[in-house]
């Protein structure tokens, strides 16, 4: 009997038990559109979502196959612009068993719309929000689709015209329609919180938030940046520093870099050491001739394109796919161009990465100067980072077309990184009570659940404002500071890795100490390498000068040698 029992036993342990697992989220985006790339909404609907999944397709409405919903647990439709949608297409999004959230125009074509009475209403501003019972007046105006259903909803959202209530957003069952169809527009933070409920997920209480000081480079203040940094650390806030490592002069293209600045390295190594967390923030923070600070590094402004030249070159004006014949021509076109974009990003990335090592700092994340990148961009920087603070940049020919979502989110143009959204902005010294701004901001961004509360101050305004800010930040309920260094964020190159592990900073540097050195102290505007390349030159004449007449010398002696021999 008991060899039998301990048979049982022994099978039981080598045969594991199933595990009741929670079945993954397959997520499909659906879109309609007049334009042949994905439009920059869908890019920030997919930003939205990837909250509540990993597994997120998207699919133009003409390109819609059966199989492309096999696995599909939840499904949203984009109605971009006014179109016709396929036949294969309607019938398809009409799954009788799998949530659908249609958002935008054209969704009175579908099944699970049909019948609702809708109008289109231009100009509107002022919402009502169910779940907070709040009312919201937005400085800019949409257009909306206001709706009426035939049948028992819930309305999440309305819009507030005329002294008349409309719903804007509504549910029926387990389907959602949104008639917001401007979806980079403050208006969407009604359709983020609703997805909580359209994926039956319970949020985490309460709200995290972060400061980050920016724009700190080599001819930064160290006694105010020391001021705001201890000021905030003092109140145990785990700051964030963004620091560009060189500093290009507009008016004459000399640089600055911070060894030049022995007290603000001080300084920032002082900071750290007391919990701040370093972002790399570009590395000179310009292109061309302008000034850091001001210019953008990754986005050809002028051009309105990714970069595609080194700064004294003229670029290529970057042709559209409606150029090319098919898909393929244009891939092959656009590749062989980007590949200077590449060696550009790469360059300025692992340098930015390597000289903040070099001066003993610990970068752990990145931020794009004015968040302008291209999606190309994107894919290289996640390279070298795990996390992204700031905004995106949604279109990739526009650089204007860019924003964050309300909560933490992976967007797939990011390639797995995380996006730690700054949404209440930053305190503005060109306007009379910059608080109050950021005040609104916050008042709308806390409808959404788990929504970030992100700000940036610049250390040079000195901490004037910073305990209004403060304040207005730590008077969320339920509100905590992000740590950086109690997440998994990573930064690597192919010779240094910084990694924070509980707390702690772990860096691994396999670099030569004494060619780091040396680079550090490498010229880098065109005036210094000239005159660096015309001293080594004259130093070389100078050495063959001087060794030749060593040689004359002693060829002197020899011969005198001789004659006295």
Request: aromatic share 10%.
């Amino acid at each position: 009997m008991r060899y039998k029992c301990l048979t049982i036993l022994l099978l039981f342990l080598l045969f594991p038990t199933p595990i009741d697992a929670a079945k993954p989220t397959h997520v499909v985006i659906v879109y309609s559109s007049s334009q042949v790339e994905i439009p920059p909404d869908v890019y920030k609907l997919e930003a939205l979502v990837s909250r509540f999944s990993d597994e997120i397709k998207l699919i133009r409405d003409t390109n819609l196959q059966a199989d492309a919903l096999s696995e599909a647990s939840h499904i949203f439709y984009y109605g971009a612009s006014t179109s016709t949608l396929p036949k294969s297409t309607r019938e398809l999004l009409n799954h009788p068993s799998v949530p659908l959230y249609a958002i935008g125009q054209n969704s009175d074509q579908l099944a699970s719309f049909k019948g609702f009475e809708m109008t289109r209403v231009a100009r509107v501003s002022k919402f009502l929000h169910a779940r907070t019972d709040q009312s919201l007046s937005f400085d800019s105006t949409d257009v909306v689709t206001t709706v009426k259903p035939d049948a028992p909803s819930i309305t999440h959202a309305s819009v507030v015209r005329n002294d008349k209530v409309l719903p804007v957003l509504i549910q029926t069952e387990d389907n959602f329609y949104a008639g917001i169809e401007n979806l980079l527009n403050r208006p969407s933070l009604f359709i983020a919180d609703s997805l909580f409920d359209f994926f039956d997920v319970e949020a985490a209480p309460g709200h995290v938030g972060y400061i980050r000081l920016e724009d700190i480079n080599p001819s930064s203040d160290p006694k105010l940046v020391k001021e705001v940094g201890t000021y905030l650390l003092d109140r145990r806030i785990p700051i964030i520093l963004a620091v560009i490592p060189v500093y290009t002069d507009a008016a004459n293209g000399d640089t600055l870099r911070f060894t030049d600045r022995p007290e603000l390295i001080d300084t920032l190594r002082e900071l750290e050491a007391r919990g701040a967390t370093v972002v790399a923030h570009g590395y000179t923070h310009q292109y061309r001739s302008s000034e850091t600070g001001e210019g953008f590094e990754f986005w050809d402004v002028e051009n309105n394109q990714p970069v595609l030249s080194q700064p004294d070159e003229t670029p290529p004006k970057l042709k559209g796919r409606e150029s090319f014949a098919s898909e393929s021509a244009y891939t092959l076109y656009l590749n062989t161009l980007l590949e200077k974009e590449a060696t550009y990003i790469h360059s300025k990335l692992s340098n930015s990465i390597h000289e903040l090592v070099s001066i003993g700092l610990h970068p752990l994340g990145f931020e794009a100067p004015h968040y302008t990148m291209s999606h190309s961009g994107y894919a290289l920087t996640s390279e070298y980072f795990t996390n992204v603070f700031g905004q995106v940049q949604w279109s990739n020919s526009n650089w204007e077309v860019m924003g964050s979502t309300p909560y933490v989110s992976k967007p797939s143009l990011l390639h797995g990184m995380t996006l730690y959204p700054e949404t209440i902005g930053y305190v503005r010294t060109d306007i009379p009570r910059p608080v109050d701004e950021m005040r609104q901001a916050l008042e709308e961004t806390l409808i959404v659940r788990e929504s970030m509360i992100g700000a940036f101050y610049h250390p040079y305004i000195g901490t004037e404002y910073l305990p209004e800010v403060v304040a207005l930040m730590e008077s969320v309920p339920g509100f905590t500071w992000l740590d950086l260094r109690t997440s998994d964020a990573r930064v690597r190159t192919t010779e240094v890795s910084i990694q924070a592990e509980d707390g702690m900073l772990v860096l691994e540097d396999n670099r030569s100490t004494v060619l780091n050195r040396l680079r550090l102290l490498m010229p880098q505007s065109f005036l210094e390498q000239a005159l660096t390349a015309l001293a080594g030159i004259t130093l070389l004449f100078v050495i063959a000068f001087l060794t030749y007449t060593l040689f004359l010398r002693a060829q002197r002696k020899k011969r005198l040698f001789k004659e006295r021999g």
